[in-house]
């Protein structure tokens, strides 16, 4: 479905045209003085320099060229700015339409490109903490964004799965039980090992290995050979850290699905080993690799470049791959696999070097075509309530999971002190809000900027809150199910009662713009913030008409049928952003 502004600027266009002018000039805008009308456009301006003309004569031939469109209900001209205010029956044909839209008037991409999401990122044998958190909500809204405007989205979690952590933990538990024949050489994998490991334990044992790493030489240097001998297949660690690796997978997954996030791909960094070796082919085959203090590495230094951009280490000398190796080694089996036409990378922006190095070998070495995009798309830090990064009372990093049923605790006394507190399934209510609360408390702000999490903040029920938009939906709920409504009701809108009205669906006709500005710009933000304005506009809209007792039984109708479209926004909405809706609160 075209855009509202689209198909505005198609008609003021064609005037420009009808009157000898360049149809460029015919753009449309959202009129910055909404007091005066609420589109404009200023293209006579522009005009009046390349024809020569003064601008307001210019409009004015415009105007009186669009007097019979009945599009517009008033074209005022202004020096020379059109003034433009639709008629209404122009925008409830297009509210209608788009009420029946598949994709509720957001604008499909022409082609169906392919973009691989890469985000989540954790590293097994290690719990989720908050600094996970960001990459997984950003990550979600932005991979929904690009599936709600028509192109296929994949998203994988590239879990950290084959570097030295792995090989720190490893070297710990051959420490506790170097019995085992995973470290004794004498592994066989017909018989079954008799361990088990849990999340819980590994979430203990990583910390500990890597602070006895720091502090003993000869253990460092253990992990170090065992990470480069894993890497080259050694039976035993390999089966060890598949046990590890599906520990940490299942504890991670069971975070990750109550936050409501979800990838396709469960790849690992491991997962690109076997394209490592048509790695260095290429990079041997376009002579950009070579030998350096033993290390294999390539220079992605550029002659303009004003800082200095240290070369890539592909392999380092006792043959082990890091972490652009595997980066690099994933466009590889990315480009094999899906041909992606973008790749994002939804990672902290303190690793913002580390991508500009990879994308330079990347494009250097030609993994990618010359206009496949890829992209780091970094953000800033969730502080706490004093402005510092986000910590524990005691200074620690706080789990993801910890994090969580703090806010869901406040979620459920403030469900069971309501005045809705005859919620039904309080768990399942109290889950979707503090999901809700969360994921809005971050997307609400602009992904490079710092915000402090702030619980009681994010879960007001009014506001820029998730919790806000909750509880829109549960109100227009209620109201329906009074009115005895149904949600497949056909929605048709064919005549404005009021200004409020009028506001409203505005609002909602412009939406597919904010999706399309969302997509381009990779900001969530835009969404939350337009979710917002909708569920204001309805309160609004709700104080100043009294639906239920309404007698003109099609006044009534409208009322109800524009309830209906507000709930089906909001919750298209919501869903991009990766929140579920309650029915009731
Ligand atoms: N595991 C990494 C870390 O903890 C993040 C991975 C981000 N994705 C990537 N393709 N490098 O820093």
Excluded at 24 to 44: W, Y
Excluded at 104 to 118: M, R, S, Y
Excluded at 312 to 318: A, E, R
Excluded at 420 to 439: D, L, R
Aim: proline share 2%; aromatic share 10%.
């Amino acid at each position: 479905m075209n855009t509202l502004i689209n198909i505005l600027t198609e008609n003021v266009s064609n005037a420009f045209e009808k009157c000898g002018y360049d149809k460029n000039f015919g753009k449309v805008t959202i009129s910055d003085r909404q007091d005066l009308c609420e589109f404009q456009c200023n293209g006579a301006f522009m005009a009046a320099k390349q024809y020569k003309k003064s601008p307001q004569i210019i409009a004015a031939e415009v105007a009186k060229a669009l007097s019979d469109d009945k599009m517009f209900k008033k074209i005022d001209v202004v020096s020379g700015f059109l003034n433009i205010i639709t008629e209404d029956a122009f925008l409830t044909d297009y509210i209608t339409e788009l009420a029946s839209d598949e994709n509720l008037g957001i604008p499909q991409a022409q082609k169906c490109e392919t973009i691989i999401v890469d985000y989540g990122g954790p590293n097994c044998a290690k719990p989720l903490h908050i600094g996970h958190l960001r990459a997984a909500i950003i990550g979600e809204a932005l991979k929904r964004i690009a599936s709600a405007t028509g192109r296929k989205a994949i998203g994988d979690v590239h879990l950290g799965d084959w570097g030295l952590q792995i090989g720190l933990v490893i070297a710990e538990l051959s420490e506790r039980y170097p019995d085992l024949s995973y470290f004794n050489g004498t592994y066989n994998k017909e018989q079954e090992v008799n361990f088990e490991v849990t999340a819980e334990q590994l979430n203990d044992i990583y910390p500990f290995a890597s602070k006895k790493s720091k502090e003993n030489e000869e253990f460092k240097l253990k992990a170090q050979k065992i990470t480069a001998d894993l890497q080259s297949g050694n039976k035993g660690y390999l089966a060890l850290w598949k046990k590890i690796l599906d520990v940490s997978k299942e504890d991670f997954k069971k975070m990750y699905d109550k936050l409501n996030v979800h990838f396709e791909l469960w790849y690992g960094e491991s997962d690109s080993e076997k394209y490592v070796e048509k790695l260095i082919e290429i990079l041997e085959d376009k002579n950009l690799i070579y030998n350096s203090n033993g290390a294999l590495v390539v220079d992605v230094q550029n002659e303009d470049d004003k800082v200095q951009i240290p070369p890539v280490i592909i392999k380092k000398s006792d043959n082990s791959s890091i972490y652009a190796t595997t980066d690099l080694a994933t466009i590889l089996q990315r480009q094999i696999d899906y041909n992606p036409s973008e790749i994002w990378y939804v990672v902290d922006n303190r690793q913002s070097l580390h991508f500009n190095q990879v994308f330079r070998c990347a494009k250097k070495a030609e993994l990618v075509s010359k206009d496949t995009n890829l992209e780091h798309l970094g953000f800033g830090t969730m502080n706490g309530n004093d402005g510092k990064p986000f910590k524990t009372r005691d200074g620690g990093v706080m789990r993801l999971e910890d994090l969580y049923s703090t806010v869901y605790e406040k979620a459920v006394e403030r469900l069971k002190e309501s005045e809705f507190g005859k919620v039904k399934n309080i768990e399942e209510t109290a889950n979707k809000i503090t999901v809700a609360a969360i994921k809005f408390g971050d997307l609400i702000n602009h992904r490079l900027k710092d915000y402090i999490f702030d619980i009681d903040k994010f879960l007001a029920s009014k506001g820029k809150t998730g919790v806000f938009l909750l509880y829109t939906i549960a109100r227009i709920n209620s109201l329906l199910n009074k009115l005895e409504q149904d949600d497949d009701n056909k929605i048709i809108i064919n005549n404005i009662y009021s200004d409020t009205e009028k506001q409203l669906l505005l609002k909602i006709s412009l939406s597919g713009e904010v999706f399309k500005s969302s997509f381009n710009d990779k900001a969530p933000n835009y969404i939350c913030e337009n979710a917002y304005e909708i569920a204001s506009l309805f309160s609004n809209f709700y104080n100043d008409n009294h639906i239920i007792s309404e007698n003109d039984a099609t006044k009534k109708q409208a009322w109800i049928n524009i309830c209906l479209l507000v709930k089906k926004m909001l919750i298209k909405h919501l869903d991009i952003l990766g929140i579920s809706h309650v029915n009731e609160m």
